[in-house]
């Protein structure tokens, strides 16, 4: 039965392996050629409140990095998108300094998930001190991701 097991799980994983790198490949050929970019509004919601202010700061990051920013989802390679938060103690003392948490990620028009990040930052100078630091290393990983979606493109090309 033991044997019978490993076999399954071994055609299994040969099954699977290719569906995953061939997936790894899509994102990787569509990273490439990411330029566009539309900046979907963060989940705190209202004009003029902390997610509108931190979607327009996403927005300046990625045009200093060189990337276009549009308004239309139809003119985007692709959209960002994601929530960001304060992390709150339920029972017990406030963390000191105030940590805030981040989730974005990059998806094609297809849906599809192209590059993640979640993290943490912790700040005294508050929301907006943290927000600018977290913009710049959104933006930063994923135009990390880009260059190395480029290289391994080439290095197959």
Not at 22 to 35: F, G, P, T, V, W
Not at 99 to 109: I, P, R, T
């Amino acid at each position: 039965m033991k044997l019978k097991a490993g076999v399954s799980l071994s055609l299994l994983l040969v099954w699977l392996f290719p569906l995953a790198f061939a997936s790894s490949r899509k994102a990787d050929e569509q990273l490439k050629n990411l330029k566009t970019i539309h900046v979907q509004q963060s989940a705190y919601g209202k004009p003029g409140d902390r997610g509108s202010l931190f979607s327009a700061t996403l927005r300046l990051e990625l045009s200093r990095k060189g990337y276009k920013v549009t308004e239309d989802v139809a003119d985007a390679d692709a959209i960002l998108s994601g929530t960001l938060g304060d992390v709150i103690a339920i029972d017990g003392e406030q963390p000191d300094p105030p940590q805030y948490g981040y989730q974005y990620q990059v998806a094609s028009k297809g849906k599809v998930t192209l590059w993640r990040t979640e993290f943490k930052l912790r700040s005294r100078s508050g929301s907006d001190d943290a927000d600018q630091k977290a913009a710049v290393r959104i933006v930063g990983g994923l135009d990390k991701a880009v260059k190395t979606a480029i290289r391994k493109t080439k290095k197959k090309g």
